[in-house]
């Protein structure tokens, strides 16, 4: 009898072991708006492989890439809900929960991708992302997006005036709506998902992103002509849903926070490293690409210079000034 209860003892014990384990478990859906084959998406599937590898298959990552789970907005509040565990997106984005993340739409802030990470992964861009926190959002690393340029169906673009008129697509914030306004173009703010059928039926002229953006959703089949303006760099913020991440154990945060970070800088690496293949591409579709000469440039910087001015009033002065202490001693 005492051999039997022993022996449903150490049964149920295993069960509750077993149960136990299994608890552990975790599975995590990360979405963005690029589709496969983008630097971004190689960013995500890069951490999964160092996840799963990390976890040994205990936790596992689902991705949904091309916006299948809806806008950014859409992933932002999921997030907070709890409903979806992680998402990449441009980090300006989150000026709507934290003022301060306006700073990453500031047009001409950096002047290059060395000056870039070094904000990114520096004090600085830790700061940003610990605000979060408090908006129900953990802030894990920063992918790129890389500096943004302009597109249309209309005409070339050689000078600052052929940018009047045109009616362009912009991320749904305020600074880019002004951005564009000051260039004498018409903004439209749409959520990235509608913006190919919008130019395709030409309710807008243009939109302006990365070229790895431009080439990988195919905006060279409604887009004739793209200037490199290099107007604006886009960090991509790594969120997990601060609801989940509080589930995690010590070892669990450990292996997602690293495997985020070693994603970044492969992330980087191929963002960067598809920018002329991207180029050359678009110029075999069709696509005729012109550069601003110097002092259209200037002109351009000029424009945007009041823009600037007006939102560090909201973003603080405290907050433009540490960013401008960071940038000052990359540029020494």
């Known amino acids: 009898m005492k051999r039997m209860m022993l022996k449903t003892l150490v049964a149920a014990m295993a069960l509750t072991a077993f149960g136990a384990a299994q608890a552990q478990d975790k599975t995590i859906k990360f979405a963005t708006q690029n589709p496969k084959g983008h630097p971004i998406v190689m960013g995500l599937e890069k951490f999964a492989e160092i996840v799963t590898a990390k976890s040994g298959g205990k936790i596992k990552v689902n991705l949904f890439p091309g916006g299948t789970l809806g806008s950014d907005q859409a992933n932002v509040s999921a ?13 300006g984005i989150f000026a709507s929960q934290v ?3 306006a700073i990453y739409d500031f047009p001409f802030m950096f002047n290059n991708s060395a000056e870039a990470d070094a904000v990114m992964d520096g004090p600085f861009g830790k700061k940003l992302h610990d605000k979060l926190q408090e908006k129900g959002l953990v802030g894990l690393a920063y992918f790129e997006l890389g500096f943004r340029n302009i597109t249309n169906s209309r005409r070339p673009v050689t000078k600052v005036e052929d940018l009047s008129g045109l009616k362009l697509r912009v991320i749904p914030n305020p600074i880019n709506v002004d951005w564009v306004k000051a260039l ?24 302006e992103n990365p070229v790895t953006v431009i080439n990988a959703n195919k905006f060279y089949e409604v887009q004739k002509h793209l200037v490199m303006s290099n107007h604006q760099y886009n960090p991509q913020s790594v969120i997990i849903s601060k609801k989940f991440w509080d589930t995690l154990d010590a070892a669990q945060k450990k292996i997602i926070s690293d495997a985020a970070v070693e994603a970044a800088k492969y992330q980087r690496e191929q963002a960067r490293g598809q920018v002329a293949a991207a180029l050359d591409n678009m110029k075999k579709n069709g696509m005729q690409v012109t550069e601003l000469p110097a002092a259209e440039l200037s002109k351009l910087r000029d424009l945007m210079r009041p823009v600037t001015a007006k939102y560090a009033v909201n973003v603080g002065q405290e907050t433009v000034k540490e960013l401008q202490a960071e940038l000052a001693k990359v540029r020494k």
């Open 99 to 101: 003022k301060e993340f």
């Open 79 to 91: 997030i907070q809900g709890g409903t979806l565990e992680m998402a990449s997106m441009n980090s």
């Open 184 to 207: 004498g173009a018409n903004p439209t703010p749409l959520p990235f998902p509608e913006v190919y059928a919008a130019l395709e039926q030409k309710a807008i002229d243009g939109q």
